[in-house]
C-alpha cells in the first residue's frame, strides 16, 4: 500500500516537473547572452540586455497594456452579461427557454475560423476595425460561461429566491443580491480562463486590427519573429515578459478555479 502511494507521489513530481520544465527553460533562456542561447551547458553569465532591448526598443509596454487592457474588458462584460443569461435561462420560465439554450449550446460547435470572415465583414460595417471595440466586443460573446453559469444556478436552492421574493425582491434584486454574491467563486474561476482565453488570443486581434497601437502582445511577439528572425534572444525575451501575468493570474486564482469544479455538480 506504502509502495503504491510513494510510486504515485513520485510520478506526479515527475508530471510537475515535465510541466515546469519548458517555463524554467524560457526564464532562463531570456537573460542568456546571445552567443549561449542554444548552448546545453549552464551559461557563464546572465545578463538583462535582452529583456531591456524590448522594454526600450520596442513598443512592447504598448502591446502589454493593450493586452491587459482588452482581457480586463471582456472578462468583466462577459462575467456581468454571461451571469444575467444563465440566471434567466435557469430560473426564469418563458417560452422558448429550452430552444434559446440549445441555440446557445450549439455555438461551441462553431470555431473560430469556420466565422471569422463573416465576422470581420459585419465588424467592419459597424466601422470597429482598428478599434478597441472591435477587438472587445466579439470576445464577450461566448456559451461556455453562460453554460457553466447555468449548471450552477440551478443548484442554488430555490427556498433562497423565495425568501428574498417574500421581502419583496423581484427577478432583478434577487439576482444581484442573493443569486450573483452566492456565485463569487464560479465568477471567480471564469474570471481567471476568460483573461487568459483573451491575453493568449492571436487570430482575432490579427484579423481586427492593422493598427500597431492597437497590437496586443500576441501579435506584437509574431511580429518580432519576423522582425528578429536572426535575433531569437529578444523573440525569447518577449514571450518570458508575456507568460508573467498568465502564470500570476493562474496562481492568483488556482484556489477559486478547483473550488468551483468541486461544486460544479453539487445540488
Request: charged share 10%; proline share 4%; glycine share 6%.
Given at each position: ?45 546572465l ?7 524590448v ?84 470576445g ?40 450573483l ?11 481567471v ?75
Amino acid at each position: 500500500m506504502r509502495s503504491g502511494i510513494r510510486a504515485r507521489a513520485v510520478a506526479g513530481h515527475l508530471v510537475a516537473l515535465l510541466t515546469v520544465a519548458p517555463l524554467l527553460w524560457l526564464l532562463l533562456a531570456a537573460f542568456r547572452p546571445e552567443d549561449e542561447l542554444f548552448s546545453a551547458s549552464w551559461p557563464s553569465s546572465l545578463t538583462l540586455a535582452n529583456v531591456g532591448y524590448v522594454l526600450t526598443e520596442v513598443p512592447f509596454l504598448r502591446y502589454l497594456a493593450n493586452s491587459a487592457f482588452v482581457s480586463a474588458t471582456v472578462t468583466a462584460a462577459a462575467l456581468l452579461l454571461h451571469s444575467m443569461a444563465a440566471y434567466a435561462l435557469a430560473r426564469l420560465h418563458f417560452r422558448g427557454r429550452g430552444v434559446a439554450f440549445a441555440a446557445v449550446i450549439a455555438t461551441l460547435l462553431i470555431s473560430l475560423p469556420v466565422i471569422l470572415v463573416p465576422l470581420f465583414l459585419v465588424v467592419r460595417t459597424l466601422g470597429l476595425v482598428d478599434t478597441y471595440a472591435g477587438l472587445i466586443v466579439p470576445g464577450v460573446f461566448n456559451a461556455f460561461g453562460i453554460f457553466l453559469l447555468r449548471q450552477f444556478y440551478l443548484g442554488v436552492p430555490r427556498e433562497l429566491e423565495d425568501a428574498a421574493q417574500l421581502d419583496g425582491c423581484g427577478h432583478w434584486r434577487t439576482y444581484w443580491h442573493v443569486v450573483l454574491p452566492l456565485s463569487r467563486p464560479m465568477l471567480s474561476a471564469l474570471a481567471v480562463l476568460f483573461f487568459l482565453a483573451n491575453w493568449n488570443s492571436f487570430l482575432w486581434p490579427l484579423a481586427v486590427a492593422q493598427d500597431e497601437s492597437l497590437r496586443v502582445v500576441q501579435v506584437g511577439i509574431a511580429s518580432l519573429q519576423g522582425q528578429y528572425a536572426t535575433k531569437q534572444h529578444y523573440v525569447i525575451a518577449a514571450a518570458l515578459l508575456a507568460a508573467i501575468p498568465t502564470v500570476l493570474v493562474f496562481l492568483l486564482g488556482q484556489r477559486k478555479l478547483i473550488d468551483s469544479l468541486k461544486t460544479t455538480g453539487l445540488k
